[in-house]
């Protein structure tokens, strides 16, 4: 009996322990959460001395989180490795046709076209032909839009600019329609910028028929 009182008693700080290591970060939870209950008006302190202070206080904390972190998770790790294994071993989705690249290409082909000549809208600076136009899309393969540009594979760049006539070959003939006239892409080039997180945007200038222009 006596025993296990002992034991009971030698457990006993531990609780106190983890109390007192709260406490002392307790001012720096608050700080974090009244940094994130208003990011973008939270005070900032004209004392450097200060804003020294949270600085430090805040990589204290990250230490602290970090390190118990790997505490918690450090036994665990072979199981993790063991998972991710497994994840591994399973089989890749087989690559896509070229029929298929072409036919999903096609939708974002149409898409596009569709998008770009919603936007060719009258404007004034439409008699100069120098009214802007963009299109967002996404394209999560970058295989598809290796496809809808000919690139013969998926793209390398980051922004490129084609000529128009290249652009209407690959997307379509684009041309937008208003009361008594018609609207074409008036720049001579289109610029085509790609993230590799699948995000795409076109841009480029429309308006009226340009003499000095071959549509």
Not at 63 to 77: D, S
Not at 106 to 112: D, G, L, S
Not at 183 to 190: A, F, H
Request: glycine letters at 6%; charged letters at 25%; one cysteine or more.
């Amino acid at each position: 009996m006596s025993s296990s009182k002992r034991k009971a008693d030698e457990s006993a700080p531990a609780p106190a322990k983890k109390a007192r290591g709260n406490a002392a970060h307790a001012a720096t939870v608050a700080l974090v959460n009244s940094i994130l209950a208003n990011p973008k008006s939270y005070p900032i302190s004209g004392d450097e001395q200060v804003v020294r202070k949270s600085l430090v206080d805040l990589a204290t904390y990250a230490r602290t989180l970090e390190q118990q972190v790997a505490a918690l998770t450090g036994p665990a790790a072979p199981v993790a490795s063991s998972s991710k294994a497994v994840a591994q071993a399973a089989p890749a989705k087989p690559a896509k046709t070229q029929a298929e690249l072409e036919e999903a290409a096609e939708k974002i082909r149409r898409a596009a076209q569709s998008g770009i000549k919603k936007q060719m809208t009258w404007k004034p600076s439409c008699k100069t032909g120098s009214a802007k136009w963009s299109y967002d899309g996404i394209c999560p393969v970058p295989e598809v839009f290796g496809a809808l540009m000919g690139l013969g594979g998926p793209p390398k760049f980051k922004m490129k600019k084609i000529s128009t006539d290249e652009f209407q070959r690959l997307v379509g003939p684009i041309q937008g329609s208003v009361r008594y006239d018609t609207l074409y892409i008036t720049s001579n080039e289109v610029t085509v910028r790609w993230s590799d997180t699948g995000e795409f945007k076109f841009s480029g200038s429309y308006g009226k028929w340009q003499p000095s222009k071959d549509y």
